[in-house]
Structure formats: C-alpha cells, structure tokens
C-alpha cells in the first residue's frame, strides 16, 4: 500500500493528462462517441416498452402513430448505440496501444540516461518487466475508461433517473442497491488487489531471473549452472502458483458475493413492483423496463467493482513504473554544466580517492595526461585500472579529490558533450542486432560519412579478412538473430566503432585479448598509426602490448607506484621489471 501512497489518483491524471496531450482531440471525440452510445443504448430500452405498453393497451382501430413513432425511435437509438460504440472503441483502443509504446519509449530513454551505479543494483529481467508492466497500466486505464467507467456512470445516473421519475422508491432502492453493492465489494477488493500485487511481485522475481539464465546462456550450458539455477526457478514458479490459487479466491469469493446480494436485491424489487402492478399502480411494461435496467446496473457495478481491481493493479505497475522515472538524472544531466574544451591540453588527476561501498579501490591517485600522449596503464587485478576508466567514462563521480580537464571538472562537463569526444574499446565489446556495418558506423554520424572513411576503419581493425567470408558482406546481420561472430572478431568490431568515430581520446581495455598474436601485431601496427591523432590510454595485462608507449603508469593496491616510459622502468629495476620479468620467463 505504500507503494500506491506514493502514487496518487492525481499523479495518474496528470501522467495520462501528459501522455495524451498529443491525442487529445481524437481522445475527447472518442470519449464523446461513448457517452452518447450509451445515452442512445438507454433511451432504446425505454422505447422498447413504451411498444411493450402500446401493444398491452392496443385496441382495434387505435392509431398506429405512436408505434412507429417509437418503433423507428428504437431501431435508431440501437443503430447509433452499436455504431459509435465500436467508432469510440477504435479511436481510444489506438490511443491506448500507441501511449503504450509512448510509456515505454520515455522509460527506456530515462533509463539511458540513469546513473550505472544505479543500475548495478537493480536486475535487468526486473527493469523490463517494471517497463512492460507500466506500459500495460496506461494502455488499461484508457481502456477502462471508455469501455468501463463511461457507460457506468451514463447507466447508473440514466437509469436511477428513469425509474425514478416512475417511483421514487424504486429509484431509492436501485440507489441502496449501489451503495451497499459497493461497500460489500470494495473490502473484498482490497483483499482480491493485494493477493494480485503479491503475484506480480512473484512474477517480476522470476522474470529477473528466467532472463538473466537465458542472457547468460553459454556460461549456464559450459558451466552446467542450470541444475543449479533450475531449483530455483521452481521454487518461484511454486511461490507464483501458491499466489495465484489466492489470487483466484479472493476474486470468486468476491464474486460469488457480489451475485448473491444482487439476486437479493432484484427479488425485493420484483415484489414491490409486482405487488404494484397488481394494485394497479404500474403497467408490465414498467416490470420489463426494471428488469432490463436492473441488470444492465448490476452489469454495470460489476463491471465498476471488477475494474476497480484491474485499477489497483494498473496503479501497482504504474507506481513501479514510476520509482524508475523519479530514479535522478545526476551524471547525464547537462543542468549547469561546461562543453567540453576542444582544445584542451591537460587531463589530470588530483589526490583522487574511490570506494565500491567499504572496498576503497583508489588511494590519493595523482597524475597527468598530456594532448597526444600514449599512455599505458598497467598492474595485477584489483590495482584499480578499471575503476581509472570508469571514472573517466563518468560512469561514477562519487569520488573524492578532482578529474580536471584543463582546469574544468570532468563533474561540471556535460556527458553529451564528453562522450562526442571519446570512444572506448571495452575487454568484451558488445553487438547489436544489426547489419556489420551498422554496428561500426553506429558510433559515428551515420548520415555524413563517406566509403573510404568506412574502408579506412576495416582495415585498421584488420576486419576484411572475415567480412568477406560473410553471406552478406558488411550488410550481413549480426549479433543473436544473426551470424555468431567469434570473441576475436567482436574485438575487431569493437576497435572498428571506435576507429569510425574518429575520438579525441581513445580508451582501450584490453582490446587485443581476444586476438591470437599474429592478429594482434597487424592491429598493434594499424592503431599506431591512428594514435598520431588521438591521445590514448591503454589497460593492458600483456606488458608487451604497451611497450611503446609514451609512458607507463603502474598501479598496485589502488597507489600509482611507478610513473615512466618502458626503458625507464625497465632500469629501474623495480615492480614493473619484475612483472615484466616473469611475463618473459
């Protein structure tokens, strides 16, 4: 309950109200179709007994007038009824499906845009359930609103109104029959809507990790990590069945004791009108016009009580939904922040300190990177170089001390405007479902880039070898509907995008690990000479790989230790000779 605390009757207007703004018109019109649909639906039941009446009290030789009359009257109210029903029904159904995509669309885009911290901590199956889910409670709210909560109210205020004009006292009792109809469901709904929140919960559970298994797949297979995974799955999937078997209860329950004190209702009503008829107050067509409206009400405060559940579980999603949309933008966000400097000349590092939570992983770290350096970082697993990366990929800034380019934060520079600067190689790159050459050029500007640019990229990412043995060439789809690609190859993808975008600073995380050593010495040869025009940093656990570089920083337990070129800390005799030393032996 805390949850849907959090969000109010007045959040969902005013997100459906955002969220419409586009349609509007066709909203309202849609809505207007419903209103008079069922206005017209009503005044035809009503012209249904006045014939029930005329033929009761026809004579021979009576003017037909009033027949027709209402006889025409009746077939057009129907004829209106059903074609603005379904005309309503189109409009606001396209509406709900395309706010649907809508919804998602702008929960996706704010999710690109949320810190990593943020999303180290959240599991992935559950962001896109959270996703789909509020999705769908849009798309139902609409939904519930023209084909539910409109003919209700036309039908409860119509109806009330008719009989009432006939006899108060029937007008009061289909009122008490309202009122006591809601207060005995609304309890029971409470109770229905809190076993459907505690499925969804289940399920989001099991969807978390149902995807995670099928997302790391080849790990689950050569690892045999399913039949450990599996228990798992059953053990929620039993939680899921348990909940839904109270799920289930708590809504007939619920139903089996909205139709009993309907029945009773109709029964009480029945004997008075029928006692009526006999003392001659009422004529039988008033009892035929009751019972037509008293169970078209009864449908229609089912139908109020059914959705009042699928509300509270739409309102659930939404409010779920929601914690992720109110989740701060603060790295992404481009609020009081600089452009980058183009023509900057310093990246420095000053008396910089970062911890995961307790494990401090920098320790005071200074240093400096000049305009055009080649810059090796280098040391045993855990000394920090990821975390050096990470911070200038802004993917953390809770650290202590300054990450300064030229003398303006790397906090107060917009990430938009960094990263049009930047490329990184990563240890394991990443394919989309794409054409090959979509998934290089997707680094760049797609729209202005010419073949040779294109050409230029493969052959320093020495990729031709196997993009000519693909069906398709550079248009063959790749990724997990397409062609497997093999670790090196995604390598050579990786270093491709970055070589495309043409970067001011290029990062390199162990790019050639993946490569056999003849392929690595071709692409070692290719990168240098594109590093003529980038400044680069470079991880790298094979010391030979970085051997040529201007310098070389060499981290130990989160501490730069040694600080040199490669024949400098080779004479120095110290950490990175001994390293070096046993890569060689």
């Keep these: 309950m805390e949850e849907l605390q959090k969000f109010s009757y007045w959040d969902i207007i005013k997100g459906l109200k955002k969220l419409l703004h586009p349609y509007r018109g066709r909203f309202w019109l849609g809505s207007f179709l419903r209103l008079t649909s069922d206005l017209a639906g009503l005044y035809g039941y009503y012209a249904l007994t006045k014939l029930i009446s005329f033929f009761s009290d026809y004579s021979v030789g009576k003017s037909l007038d009033e027949f027709w009359f209402f006889f025409v009257l009746w077939n057009l109210s129907f004829i209106y009824s059903n074609v603005s029903r379904q005309g309503a029904k189109y409009l606001c159904n396209r509406i709900a499906e395309r706010v649907k995509l809508d919804s998602k669309l702008s929960a996706l885009k704010h999710l690109s845009l949320i810190d990593i911290a943020w999303h180290e901590k959240e599991n992935t199956g559950n962001k896109l359930k959270r996703v789909e889910n509020g999705g769908d ?5 609409i939904k519930i609103w023209v084909a539910t909560l409109i003919p209700v109210m036309v039908n409860i205020v119509g109806m009330i109104f008719v009989l009432s004009r006939t006899d108060l006292r029937v007008g009061l009792i289909m009122l008490a029959f309202l009122v006591t109809y809601l207060c005995v469901s609304v309890p029971l709904g409470r109770r229905a809507s809190k076993a459907a929140r505690l499925v969804n919960q289940h399920e989001e559970d099991f969807s978390g990790l149902a995807f995670e298994s099928l997302n790391n797949i080849r790990t ?5 990590i399913f039949p450990y995974l599996f ?55 008033f009892l035929v016009l009751f ?9 229609s405060v089912e139908e109020l009580s059914e959705v009042s559940q699928e509300f509270v579980i739409a309102r659930h999603h939404l409010s779920r939904l929601n914690d992720i949309l109110l989740e701060p933008v603060r790295i992404d966000s481009d609020k009081n922040k600089k452009s980058f400097p183009a023509n900057w000349k310093t990246i420095s590092f000053h008396n910089v300190s970062f911890a995961y939570g307790e494990n401090q992983v920098l320790k005071n770290i ?30 953390y800034e809770n650290y202590t001390g300054e990450i300064l380019i030229d003398k303006i934060a790397l906090r107060k520079i917009k990430r938009s405007s960094y990263f049009d600067h930047v490329a990184i190689v990563a240890q394991e790159t990443e394919v989309f479902n794409f054409s090959l050459k979509d998934n290089v050029t997707i680094s760049g500007d797609t729209e202005h880039f010419d073949q040779k640019k294109l050409q230029r990229t493969f052959e320093i990412a020495h ?18 509907k397409g062609v497997k690609l093999s670790g090196g190859e995604k390598q050579r993808v990786g270093i491709a995008r970055a070589v495309f975008k043409e970067p001011d600073i290029l990062f390199l995380d162990e790019a050639t690990s993946h490569l056999d050593l003849e392929s690595e010495e071709k692409i070692k040869d290719s990168l240098h000479q594109f590093f003529k025009n980038v400044t680069a940093l470079v991880i790298a656990h094979r010391l030979s790989t970085i051997q040529e570089m201007d310098r070389i920083l060499l981290f130990e337990g989160g501490e730069l230790l040694e600080e040199g070129n490669f024949q400098a800390l080779y004479k120095k005799k110290g950490r990175f000779f001994e390293l070096w030393e046993k890569q060689n032996l």
């Design 366 to 395: 200074s240093f400096d990177i000049h305009r055009g350096e080649k810059i090796g970082i280098v040391g045993l697993s855990g000394a920090g170089k990821s975390t050096i990366f990470k911070l200038l990929l802004k993917e």
């Design 231 to 285: 228990p798992r799955l059953k053990k929620q999937a039993a939680e899921i069945s348990k909940a839904v078997t109270r799920r289930v209860w708590c809504f007939r329950s619920k139903s089996a004791a909205q139709s009993s004190w309907s029945q009773i209702f109709r029964a009480g009503a029945m004997f008075l009108i029928g006692y009526g008829i006999i003392e001659g107050r009422y004529g039988i067509a």
């Design 137 to 141: 409670g849009w798309d139902k709210l």
């Design 220 to 224: 689950v297979k050569v690892m045999n």
């Design 463 to 480: 990729m031709t070898d196997f993009m000519n043995k693909l069906p398709e060439g550079i248009n063959t789809l790749i990724g997990e």
């Design 291 to 299: 019972n037509f409206y008293f169970s078209i009400l009864r449908e």
